[in-house]
Antibody, heavy 123, light 107 residues
Framework: QVQLVEAGGGVVQPGRSLRLLCAASGFSFRSYGMHWVRQAPGKGLEWVAGLSYDGRIENHADSVKGRFAISRDNVKNTLYLQMNSLRPEDTAVYYC????????????????WGQGTLLTVSS | DIQMTQSPSTLSASVGDSVTIACRASQTVYNWLAWYQQKPGRPPKLLIYKASELQTGVPPRFSGSGSGTEFTLTVTSLQPDDFATYYCQQVHRSPFTFGQGTNLEIK
């Protein structure tokens, strides 16, 4: 079954750190670029970070640059998001999403999404 | 950053109607635009990519058009399952920004 399953969300205090993970199955994870997208409660979608299939090319939104780091383990078929210096405005459902590729590299749109994991940053 | 503006924010329609949602980019994104559908409590679903290419498995009553800065998503013969929120996303340049969403509701 082709799927992405996120984990690691929860309630954390401002300034603390947390790591999200996304377990991929049913497809060749090592062949696809991967991304994190978040959605604050009742709000729209915000792209957070992306990483190429081989982990060599990464992008982060300005809102998380220097605080969040995306990484992957192509042996474990897992995508990670290390989040440091968390702020209340980081509260959101975090989705991992697959880039279909084939656009002369990554396409940066997303054809497969996980169900999401909720992060709440609050004292 | 490239700003994406959708209109309208809310759209009321009936089953069987045809509707059009507009998406405007603050600068050209050529045809690097995607559309998603999202239902409450669910992740988004890719409908259209490269402005007009229909994602596999998506019914042909969904169609996309446009290029440059002006884009539209059209849904013909609305079905009950189509009432949801729709987002456009530019994928021309990082950060890959989304529109604010259009809530398609039943009249």
């Amino acid at each position: 079954q082709v799927q992405l399953v996120e984990a690691g969300g929860g309630v954390v205090q401002p300034g603390r750190s947390l790591r999200l993970l996304c377990a991929a199955s049913g497809f060749s994870f090592r062949s696809y670029g991967m991304h994190w997208v978040r959605q604050a409660p009742g709000k729209g979608l915000e792209w957070v970070a992306g990483l190429s299939y081989d982990g060599r090319i990464e992008n982060h939104a300005d809102s998380v640059k220097g605080r969040f780091a995306i990484s992957r383990d192509n042996v474990k078929n897992t995508l990670y998001l290390q989040m440091n210096s968390l702020r209340p405005e980081d509260t959101a459902v975090y989705y991992c999403a697959r880039d279909p590729g084939g656009c002369g590299g990554d396409c940066f749109y997303f054809d497969l999404w996980g169900q999401g994991t909720l992060l709440t940053v609050s004292s | 950053d490239i700003q994406m503006t959708q209109s309208p924010s809310t759209l009321s329609a009936s089953v069987g109607d045809s509707v059009t949602i507009a998406c405007r980019a603050s600068q050209t994104v050529y045809n690097w635009l995607a559309w998603y559908q999202q239902k409450p409590g669910r992740p988004p679903k890719l409908l259209i990519y490269k402005a007009s290419e229909l994602q596999t498995g998506v019914p042909p009553r969904f169609s996309g058009s446009g290029s440059g800065t002006e884009f539209t998503l059209t849904v013909t013969s609305l079905q009950p399952d189509d009432f949801a929120t729709y987002y456009c996303q530019q994928v021309h340049r990082s950060p890959f920004t989304f529109g604010q969403g259009t809530n398609l509701e039943i009249k």
